[in-house]
Each structure stands twice: as structure tokens, then as C-alpha cells.
């Protein structure tokens, strides 16, 4: 079931008081449901995946290709359609739909999305560069970066210079981040810091990839607690 993810969106910051007077900041996610669209086996593509389709679309806005394979497969259309490759295709079916309920008994999540876009940003902004002298022998390029090649030879800027140029707006994953809690009756997900991305942005979560064996922030206040109350235990 932790093979597969969820998309969602990203609403905003706040944050989780716990009674010990600890604030945490959480970044609040609404999780759209996604359905099993297409289940493709290995004969047919060589690898064992299903196809999730998640938010509404009006017909009037599908293309005459998508409008056929939504009624093929005698569902309503979606909005966004996702592959997951699996490694168990017998325990899915088209139909089947899937919502938070999947993160039921997971602490980590990794989260997938599009970073905030910043435009054209110098040297300066975009590789933490220096710049020039602001005193002596400078004249109007205090924040330029500087030489960008040799002479004669070899003659060019070799790629990957790090030069100004259009920064931001770029899928971004973050790994490991914490399931603060859930609410499964309105579809929200609050996972602990910031994550990529304005508001509205479309967020892939899925389970962590890595096997992270660190305490959650609510292990780490009921182990606190169990260590004060051992000593009145002893006094007694």
C-alpha cells in the first residue's frame, strides 16, 4: 500500500502547540483521493505499475484522445493522472480508490513539488557569490560576478558556469519529513516545517524512502515524561 503516493496542495504554514509548551511549525496539505484508473501489468509494459487519477475536469476541457480513454475505462474523468510502479499488481483494482487512510501508520513522508519561482537573479542571490570591492577602483558592477572565462584559449565560458540566469520555478523532493497528525474528515495532511512551493502548489507525498529509525516529536515528549516520573517513583 506505501508503494504508491498521493498529490495534494499546498495550503499554508501554521502551527501545533503540545502541552509540554513546545510550537512546532507545520505546513498544512489538503490530499485529493486518487483512483485506480488503469492497473498495467508486465506484459504489457514490461514493468508492473497503476495509474492514479486524481482531481475533477469538465468534459468540456478534455481532449477528444483523453475523452475516449476515460469512457473506455468507464470512469469520470480526472484531472491529473500518476504511475506508480508496484510490485503486487493482484491486490489492486480499477476502481479502487485511495485517500490519507494510507499514511495511517506512517511517521516519515517524502515530498516532491515546485519551488517558489524567483525570475532573472544575479550572481550574488542565486550562487551566494561576494561580488566585488564595494570601495576603491569599482565603478557600477559591486554585485556583477565577476570573470566568466580565459583568453584566447580555450576561448569560451565552459557549461555550468554559475552566472546569473533564471532561478527557482524547479521540482524540488524533500526526504524524511514528519507526520505531525491527520485529518481524515477534511482530507488534511500536517507535515512538520516548510516544504517547496506557494500556495496552490501541487505536492506528490509518499512514503519515506529511507528507513529512518529517529523518534517522532510526540515519542520524544511521552520518553521526556516517562523520565520525570520515574524519580517520584523512587522517592516514594
Do not use: C, W
Not at 484531472?79 to 490519507?100: C, H, M, P, S
Not at 515530498?111 to 550562487?127: E, L, P, Q, V
Request: aromatic content about 6%; hydrophobic content about 30%.
Amino acid at each position: 500500500m506505501n508503494e504508491i503516493g498521493l498529490l495534494g496542495k499546498k495550503i499554508g504554514m501554521t502551527r501545533e502547540f503540545y502541552k509540554t509548551g513546545q510550537s512546532v511549525p507545520v505546513t498544512v496539505l489538503k490530499i485529493e483521493k486518487g483512483r485506480i484508473i488503469n492497473v498495467i501489468e508486465e506484459k504489457d509494459r514490461g514493468y508492473k505499475a497503476i495509474q492514479l487519477g486524481f482531481g475533477k475536469i469538465k468534459n468540456s476541457k478534455l481532449t477528444k484522445a483523453m475523452k475516449g480513454y476515460f469512457s473506455k475505462k468507464n470512469t469520470e474523468p480526472k484531472k491529473r493522472l500518476k504511475e506508480f510502479k508496484v510490485k503486487d499488481t493482484a491486490i489492486y483494482k480499477a476502481g479502487n480508490e485511495f485517500g490519507l487512510e494510507i499514511f495511517k501508520d506512517v511517521k516519515f513522508v517524502d515530498i516532491r513539488s515546485k519551488t517558489i519561482g524567483k525570475g532573472f537573479a544575479g550572481g550574488m542571490k542565486r550562487h551566494n557569490f561576494s561580488g566585488l570591492r564595494a570601495t576603491h577602483g569599482v565603478s557600477v558592477s559591486h554585485r556583477s560576478h565577476g570573470s566568466t572565462g580565459q583568453r584566447q584559449d580555450p576561448g569560451k565560458v565552459f557549461k555550468g558556469k554559475k552566472m546569473a540566469g533564471h532561478m527557482g520555478d524547479k521540482i524540488r523532493t524533500m526526504q524524511n519529513i514528519e507526520i505531525i497528525k491527520s485529518d481524515l474528515e477534511n482530507d488534511l495532511l500536517f507535515i512538520k516545517g516548510s516544504i517547496p512551493g506557494t500556495k496552490n502548489t501541487e505536492i506528490l507525498v509518499k512514503t519515506s524512502v529511507k528507513n529512518i529509525n529517529k523518534l517522532t516529536i510526540k515519542e520524544k515528549i511521552e520518553a521526556i515524561e516517562k523520565l520525570k516520573k520515574v524519580p517520584e517513583k523512587k522517592k516514594k
